[in-house]
């Protein structure tokens, strides 16, 4: 019933910017038991990392590598997600998946949506 999509990745310059967007259903009525929301990664060959999370409060927090040059934010309905992503690098290069995460440990991932940083 819960289902993420992601939209948004392509390919882009080096210190190029790019703003993917996710965009969830299913999870009217349950807004309560969110934990958090947020994006993580995967390059080839790496273990899925930590991007951005943001809490239903508004807090965030973000990989030290994104720190500075990547933000997260939400719709204020909690059906979309979002990573402004600015100042890109090659290392920036991977899937990026979005992640809604409720109390218990219940995470939803999206499919994920590719990001290639090259000239």
């Known amino acids: 019933q819960v289902q993420l999509v992601e939209s948004g990745g392509g390919l882009v310059q080096p210190g190029g910017s790019l703003r993917l967007s996710c965009f969830l259903s299913?999870?009217?009525?349950?807004?309560?038991?969110?934990?958090?929301m947020g994006w993580y990664r995967q390059a080839p060959g790496k273990d899925r990392e930590l991007v951005a999370t943001?809490?239903?409060?508004?807090?965030?927090k973000y990989a030290d590598s994104v720190k500075g040059r990547f933000a997260i934010s939400r719709a204020n309905t909690k059906d979309a997600l979002y990573l402004e992503m600015n100042s890109l690098k090659p290392e920036d290069t991977a899937f990026y998946y979005c992640?809604?995460?409720?109390?218990?440990?219940?995470?939803?991932w999206g499919q994920g949506t590719p990001v290639t940083v090259s000239s």
């Open positions: 992640n809604l995460h409720l109390y218990g440990n219940v995470n939803y």
């Open positions: 299913g999870v009217s009525g349950r807004t309560r038991n969110i934990y958090d």
């Open positions: 943001i809490t239903v409060g508004g807090s965030t």
